[in-house]
Nanobody, 127 residues
Framework: QVQVEESGGGLVRPGGSQRLSCALS????????MAWLRQAPGKEREFVGV????????ILADSVKGRFTISKDNTKNSLYLQMSALEPKDTAVYYC????????????????????WGQGTQVTVSF
């Protein structure tokens, strides 16, 4: 029923920018809690940011705050991650995830609360 698909990854030079897209199908983005996560080689999965299903601004992790922004287009049913000032440490597989629940704050940052995941898109920051 519900499908999540990321796109837009690739090779980018340090200091460059890249925009990732997350297409949600099977339900309305406007009633879905969404999140971006990433996993670097040899490191644990971490949240990049979340967007409540009720709207409002995205909440970004401290590690990317000031460099990344999350936006959504309800008309296109798509979520976006705009990345700038990219560093080699940003190299990771980036995942988009969705939850049908209106999660309270503490649950927003628990990966197990998200029922639907994309396959991930690789972002490599290197010369």
């Amino acid at each position: 029923q519900v499908q999540v698909e990321e796109s837009g990854g690739g090779l980018v030079r340090p200091g460059g920018s890249q925009r990732l897209s997350c297409a949600l199908s099977g339900r309305s983005l406007s009633t879905t809690t969404m999140a971006w996560l990433r996993q670097a080689p040899g490191k644990e999965r971490e949240f990049v940011g979340v967007v409540r299903r009720r709207g409002g601004p995205a909440i970004l992790a401290d590690s990317v705050k000031g460099r990344f922004t999350i936006s959504k287009d309800n008309t296109k049913n798509s979520l976006y991650l705009q990345m700038s000032a990219l560093e080699p440490k940003d190299t990771a597989v980036y995942y988009c995830a969705a939850s049908v629940e209106d999660l309270i704050t503490s649950r927003l940052w628990n990966a197990r609360e998200y029922d639907y995941w994309g396959q991930g898109t690789q972002v490599t920051v290197s010369f």
